[in-house]
């Protein structure tokens, strides 16, 4: 089974960055959308932002536009999530997740990595 690796988590001060990375375990994986989740205790989970693989649009939950970015590697089985000016409320696991459609995605109904925890204290 091809699996999403996430790597990059960590502790981080308040208005600092980080950068997540997700790999699928094959190279030849692709799906048309990538993103990423998080869940922080206690809370619901919800999408971040995902990237249209075939056109590389990318697409921010509110709370995040202008701080974070998602990027895909030149192969499409790797996307990354540039944290900039980082927040106590982005304090959560945050997990990889492919799909095939827009609402396997946002339904979160694709691929799951095992998730990442990022602190912001």
């Known amino acids: 089974d091809v699996q999403l690796v996430e790597s990059g988590g960590g502790s981080v001060q308040d208005g600092g960055t980080h950068r997540l990375s997700c790999t699928a375990s094959?190279?030849?994986?692709?799906?048309?959308?990538m993103g990423w989740f998080r869940q922080a205790a206690g809370k619901e989970r919800e999408w971040v932002a995902y990237i249209y693989t075939p056109t590389r649009m990318s697409y921010y939950i509110d709370s995040v536009k202008g701080r974070f970015t998602i990027s895909r590697g030149d192969a499409r089985n790797t996307v990354y999530l540039q944290m900039n000016k980082l927040k106590h409320e982005d304090t959560a696991m945050y997990y990889c997740?492919?799909?095939?459609?827009?609402?396997?995605?946002?339904?979160?109904?694709?691929?799951w990595g095992q998730g990442t925890q990022v602190t912001v204290s």
């Open positions: 094959a190279t030849t994986y692709s799906r048309d959308f």
């Open positions: 997740v492919a799909a095939t459609t827009f609402s396997a995605f946002v339904d979160g109904r694709g691929d």
